[in-house]
């Protein structure tokens, strides 16, 4: 662990210790990093595996496996058989409950998965599940099917979940057969919950209310009353001090109730919509969702070949749908209408059934423990968070499973707790055996902190106050806040990466498969009137930090960076900044450009795409900026007005349909394509844009290594150019800069070492905010 101690006195504000630069020349007894792997490199190579051997070698050869890879419809290229063999002998030689595939973006984790799954079988494991993001659950059906002949693909990620669950319960009682079968869930409706509603009955409860001694005899009066009642054994349902419940106050509870004597639930599953169609219009419906589809070809493909047939293609067959012949023998659909179809098949979900339930519920009530023999989690740096859902939901899915893998190309951003709670959730046992245990009361809290200290970046905060002085000394006030920093130690890697990981890269498949790959940074000068409207309102909004910081204000520090990041490529509009809680005008810059003159970074990215154009390459802009400050209508409109042809990817354009509106877009001859990278960074295959230009990054290094990959896949045929671009002395470059120290440490989590050693401590060890904020202060 790197401790940081930041001593503060007479006052609040924090001022870090510098990290001294390393000297240019070392003195002559010391030997540089660099030259001494180089010198002693194979020595210490043959002395870890001689220590260490390794698990698979590429030596070794292993006839049965080889032997199912080659028999797949697809084959994987030998690097990806290489990983999908030490996987296998990882999983299964050795036994280990668990593995990671950290695998460059546009590998093919997929295929690989795929391919274990294939050896799994050979170990009689039949039964794989795989947790997806919601809009490749889809692709992953498709390429199971295209790769293994035979295999039973369950798409559990509609409002169907639960009528099929209930159909594998009912399954599991009739003898297996020998038929691989995978179950594929998107992650958000694996943590989704079910719509219910309460159910009681309704009893008479007769009350006395007088009673009449008058007359020959006494006559009582009671009145009889409806109260809720349990449905099962007839007890009325009470409060917590006896009293009975109306209906009302059924109504009013949000928490499903039991009763109090038979403990049976007092509720029940629901519908989430009723609806009154019949069954020609809901098919309608879903027809209708199709590109080439509208409200008349509909009606007509209902009447020649009825709606029930046409249901069963949608629910469980799209490819028979896709290939609809007539009555003739004709195909019904043209080259151009399948092909479109088929993209939005592969994404788009057709149910016809009723009710939900949670999934990972229902699995872990009645699906016996270990039936699920292999578990793929895809995208697995999403379930890092301690407290979500969809990670605490992974977690239970992980406990019921036999053999877990875990798919990732980015597997840690930068901090030790990236790491934590994703190993505890598939490999537990191992983390007990390090030494990590919850608490008494179940909390990880104190473990998730051993954890950072002994393998990650913690910095104490001491911050000395000077009091009143009293009788017989002068009073002081020390307080000591913690915060974590990114990095990760050597040990870390050595004990919770290395053993269980295996590592791939777009290289090691070989230039035979994969084009050049090239990175730039690109520095743009402001013009004059940018640049002095520019120094103007750092050097007004870096005094409002330091007054603030200096009383404890810490509000303005995210108002500022966002500022003076965003400023320079928005300077198209007037800038006004209030301070966020007391709405005090901090500064104003008025607009720089207007809809006639363009800025530097606006006018660079003209003349590329003009350039890639005449090459015949498509480009691909990233802007970070289409909210509030939005950007990319303004670089559409310069880009239109140069003769090129744009479009412009929206976050209104549903996530499952994103790939085939991108299809869209490319059929019509697009040249260039704006978006922001959020929208794109998983899932989607932009092999027609080997050019991608980065107008501003963020601070999110998961989003920053994934959608710089888009186009750098399988597939490629032309070499893949990505450009950064910054204005130069600005915080656009120092953000740059920071962001590849954080990169840094990531990559040393993914079999990569950092030119200098010490980078995987991150010698920083900031967040790249505070670093900018410091940056602004010492300036």
């Not at 593995?99 to 984790?109: C, F, R, V």
């Not at 008479?204 to 449905?231: I, Y």
């Not at 005449?614 to 802007?623: F, S």
């Not at 929206?650 to 260039?672: M, S």
């Amino acid at each position: 662990m790197l401790n940081e101690t930041i001593n503060t006195q007479a006052g609040d504000t924090e001022t870090a210790t510098p990290v001294p630069e390393l000297a240019n020349e070392l003195p002559a007894n010391v030997i540089a990093l660099q030259e001494f792997i180089r010198d002693f490199g194979a020595d210490l190579l043959a002395a870890v595996e001689r220590d260490n051997p390794p698990v698979y070698s590429r030596e070794v050869v292993y006839e049965q496996r080889d032997a199912v890879l080659q028999g797949l419809l697809r084959k994987p290229f030998e690097a990806q058989a290489d990983a999908v063999r030490a996987l296998a002998a990882l999983l299964f030689d050795q036994n280990e409950r668990a593995a990671i595939l950290n695998a460059e973006m546009g590998t093919g984790k997929t295929m690989m998965a795929i391919s274990l799954a294939a050896i799994a079988l050979k170990q009689d494991m039949r039964h794989v599940l795989v947790i997806s993001p919601p809009h490749l659950v889809y692709k992953w059906r498709r390429e199971i099917q295209e790769t293994i002949k035979g295999a039973r693909v369950w798409v559990l990620n509609g409002p169907d979940t639960l009528g099929k669950l209930l159909k594998l319960r009912e399954q599991l009682r009739v003898a297996p057969s020998d038929a691989p079968e995978f179950f594929i869930i998107g992650r958000v409706r694996m943590r989704l919950g079910y719509h219910w509603r309460h159910a009681v009955a309704l009893r008479k409860f007769r009350r006395l209310v007088c009673e009449d001694q008058t007359g020959e005899g006494s006559r009582k009066f009671a009145l009889a009353t409806e109260h809720p009642a349990c449905p099962h054994c007839g007890e009325f349902v009470r409060d917590e001090d006896g009293g009975l419940f109306s209906m009302a106050d059924i109504e009013s509870q949000t928490k499903q109730l039991r009763c109090r004597k038979c403990a049976m639930g007092l509720w029940s599953l629901m519908r989430p919509k009723s609806t009154s169609c019949d069954q020609g219009e809901v098919v309608k419906k879903a027809l209708c969702q199709l590109p080439t589809i509208g409200p008349k070809t509909a009606d007509r493909l209902i009447s020649a070949f009825g709606a029930k047939m046409l249901e069963g293609m949608l629910a469980d067959n799209i490819y028979e749908f896709v290939n609809l012949m007539d009555e003739n023998g004709e195909l019904v659909f043209s080259d151009r209408q399948a092909s479109r179809m088929e993209r939005a098949l592969a994404t788009t979900e057709f149910s016809f059934g009723q009710g939900g339930y949670q999934a990972t519920e229902f699995l872990k009530r009645y699906i016996p423990k270990g039936f699920i023999d292999l578990l793929v989690v895809d995208e697995g740096h999403e379930y890092k968070n301690e407290g979500s859902a969809q990670g605490q939901a992974m977690g239970v899915l992980a406990s019921l499973s036999r053999k877990v893998l875990l798919l990732t190309g980015t597997l840690m951003g930068g901090y030790a707790s990236d790491l934590f709670f994703l190993l505890w959730r598939i490999m537990p046992q191992r983390m007990i055996e390090l030494g990590y245990r919850c608490s008494e009361r179940g909390s990880m809290a104190s473990a998730s902190m051993a954890f950072m200290r002994e393998h990650g970046v913690l910095k104490d905060i001491c911050k000395i106050k000077e009091g009143d002085n009293h009788r017989t000394a002068r009073g002081k006030r020390i307080t000591v806040n913690t915060v974590k920093g990114p990095g990760f130690g050597p040990l870390g890697i050595a004990q919770c990466v290395l053993p269980f990981t295996v590592f791939l890269k777009l290289k090691d498949i070989g230039q035979k498969v994969l084009p050049p790959y090239v990175e730039r940074y690109v520095d743009i000068e402001m013009d004059s009137d940018q640049r002095q409207h520019y120094v103007n309102l750092e050097r007004s909004l870096s005094n409002e930090l330091k007054q603030g910081l200096a009383k404890g204000d810490n509000s303005l520090l995210g108002v500022v960076l966002n500022t003076l990041l965003a400023w320079p490529d928005c300077c198209f509009r007037p800038e006004t900044v209030k301070h966020p809680r007391t709405r005090q005008l901090l500064a104003f810059v008025p607009s720089v450009f207007d809809e006639h003159r363009e800025s530097p970074k606006e006018t660079w990215l003209k003349d590329y795409c003009l350039e890639q154009q005449q090459a015949g390459r498509k480009v691909l802009v990233y802007t970070s900026y289409t909210g509030k400050r939005d950007t990319s209508s303004r670089l559409k409109d310069i880009l239109v007005n140069a003769g090129l042809k744009v479009a412009v990817l929206k976050a209104t354009v549903a996530t499952e349909k994103r790939e085939d509106w991108v299809a869209d877009q490319v059929d019509k001859g697009i040249d260039v394509l704006i978006c922001n990278p959020e929208l794109v960074k998983t899932g989607l295959d932009l092999l027609e844009f080997p050019s991608i230009v980065f107008m501003q990054t963020g601070y999110n290094v998961y989003t920053l290594m994934q959608a710089a990959r888009r186009s750098w896949r399988i597939g490629q045929q032309h070499g893949v150019e990505v450009v950064f671009l910054g204005y130069a002395q600005s915080a656009q470059s120092r953000c740059l800069a920071l962001m590849a120290e954080k990169i840094a440490v990531s990559q040393s989590t993914s079999g990569d070492i950092p030119e200098s050693g010490l980078d995987s401590l991150n010698q920083r060890g900031d967040s790249i905010e505070m670093a900018m904020a410091r940056d602004l202060i010492a300036a």
